[in-house]
């Protein structure tokens, strides 16, 4: 549509009223498109479990005492447990492998139970019954006389890393 009284819009890749209007209608479309998308995407964000961390790159071994006796013992700051039961020590996540709950020790009965949803694992931590569907994860750990170095960064998971697993332990005898 020509007018005499507009200026050379030729080049003008919203010239008229026609492209004005499909211009329009099209930002606003797109628009309403990424805010569904958003909209969308904030409510799986907000079904997600809450993940606290800090610091970035690799850390080197953690030192603990090898407990005593048989019981565990909890480093709230590094997430970590560390469990002595027939003469062997391990170092756990305190997350619950279901959804990321942290666990307790149950002292009386020398295991480790959920909160949550109430899955139950041995001082070992191998799972029982509930809604996981594995042991707890295991950090890789090495002995250093009488302390327990555990490397925060190889965290192995039964379903996973079966072998590894496994092997994430060290005897006392």
Same mark, same amino acid.
């Given at each position: 549509?020509?007018?005499?009284?507009? +200026?050379?819009?030729?080049?003008?890749?919203i010239?008229?009223a026609?492209? %004005? %209007?499909?211009?329009? %209608?099209?930002?606003?479309?797109?628009?309403?498109?990424?805010?569904?998308?958003? #909209?969308?995407?904030?409510e799986?964000?907000?079904?997600?479990?809450?993940?606290?961390?800090?610091?970035?790159?690799?850390?080197?071994?953690?030192?603990?005492?090898?407990?005593?006796?048989?019981?565990?013992?909890?480093?709230k700051?590094?997430?970590?447990?560390i469990?002595?039961?027939? #003469?062997?020590?391990?170092?756990?996540s305190l997350? !619950?492998?279901h959804? +990321?709950?942290?666990?307790?020790?149950?002292g009386?009965?020398?295991?480790?139970? !959920?909160?949550?949803?109430?899955?139950?694992?041995?001082?070992?931590?191998t799972?029982?019954?509930?809604?996981?569907?594995? #042991?707890l994860d295991r950090?890789?750990?090495?002995?250093d #006389?009488?302390n327990?170095l555990?490397n925060?960064d190889?965290?192995?998971?039964? +379903?996973? +890393?079966?072998?590894?697993?496994?092997?994430?332990?060290?005897a006392l005898?």
């Amino acid at each position: 549509m020509d007018h005499p009284d507009r +200026n050379d819009c030729a080049g003008c890749p919203i010239g008229d009223a026609m492209e %004005r %209007r499909a211009f329009l %209608r099209d930002a606003v479309a797109g628009a309403l498109v990424a805010m569904g998308s958003i #909209g969308g995407f904030a409510e799986r964000a907000s079904a997600m479990p809450v993940a606290f961390a800090r610091g970035i790159g690799t850390r080197v071994d953690k030192t603990y005492a090898i407990p005593s006796t048989d019981g565990a013992v909890i480093d709230k700051d590094e997430s970590v447990i560390i469990a002595r039961a027939d #003469g062997k020590v391990y170092a756990f996540s305190l997350a !619950c492998p279901h959804q +990321n709950t942290a666990i307790r020790w149950e002292g009386a009965d020398h295991r480790f139970q !959920c909160p949550k949803h109430h899955s139950r694992y041995r001082a070992d931590g191998t799972f029982i019954e509930g809604r996981a569907t594995r #042991g707890l994860d295991r950090f890789a750990v090495k002995r250093d #006389g009488d302390n327990l170095l555990v490397n925060l960064d190889a965290l192995f998971r039964e +379903n996973e +890393n079966a072998a590894q697993w496994a092997a994430a332990f060290i005897a006392l005898t």
